[in-house]
């Protein structure tokens, strides 16, 4: 089964957690993009619709989903977006599509938050997708040489500007074994806007389309 359906399968799952009046927030990608379309043919009534993305604004204004900004909203009840990889504790890498900022903010803002993925996705250790960081352009250099004293080999991602403004260095930190503590070190650079590590806030629930059906792991309390 090609990805695709897969993704399509984990996005159509992830709406059944969507519910009347909730403020809902929206991640970016491939994966998101059949969360939406799925989102508009359900003809779902919602409080407020929060975008991680220009490019994700855009699709849900198209289907006249009620867009508002973050800070007009006291928070995100549930938040959907998918990611580059995730391991068995629900820590992910994302990034892939540039968004991570906006992502990571909205994560964070939310009450609750749903991975959605294809199988392909799945690792048993983060790091062969290499860890996107969005950096302050005049840090470029800096940051850069930064990333190396951690460990990582950065290369800039070429022609690619964020919605903020901003530089991508992609990060090959090879097995990341202790992931909050690389996102901690690597958030914790000067010029450093965002690192694509989700450790500190990771899903809460994830959803993998598989050729079988889809997959569903919470985590247990605590
Ligand atoms: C964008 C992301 C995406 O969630 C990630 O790149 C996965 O994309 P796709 O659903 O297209 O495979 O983090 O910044």
Redesign the pocket.
């Known amino acids: 089964m090609a990805n695709d359906d897969q ?1 399509r399968r984990a996005a159509e799952r992830a709406l059944n957690r969507v519910r009347p009046g909730m403020v809902l927030g929206v ?7 059949h969360f939406i379309d799925a989102l508009g043919r359900s003809g779902e009534r919602l409080e407020a619709v929060v975008a ?2 220009e490019a994700t604004a855009r699709r849900l204004r198209a289907l006249d989903l009620p867009l508002t900004d973050l800070n007009q909203v006291p928070g995100i009840d549930l938040y959907v ?4 990889e995730v391991n068995a504790h629900l820590q992910l890498i ?7 900022t906006r ?1 990571k903010i909205c994560a964070v803002a939310a009450r609750e938050f749903i991975c ?3 199988a392909a ?1 799945r690792v048993p250790v983060l790091g062969a997708f290499r860890v ?1 960081v969005e950096v302050l352009p005049m840090a470029q250099s800096l940051t850069a040489r930064a990333l190396m004293k951690l460990g990582g080999m950065p290369e800039l991602r070429i022609g690619a500007t964020t919605d903020n403004g901003n530089v991508l260095l992609d990060v090959d930190f090879g097995h990341i074994l202790d992931p909050l503590g690389l996102e901690r070190a690597v958030k914790s650079l000067t010029g450093v806007v965002e690192v ?1 590590i989700f450790a500190t806030r990771r899903a809460d629930r994830l959803l993998v389309g598989t050729a079988a059906g889809v997959e569903e792991v919470t985590l247990p309390a605590g």
């Open positions: 993704k991640g970016t990608g491939s994966t998101v993009n991680s993305s977006d998918g990611a580059d994302k990034g892939g599509g540039g968004a991570l992502e959605i993925v294809d996705k996107p694509g």
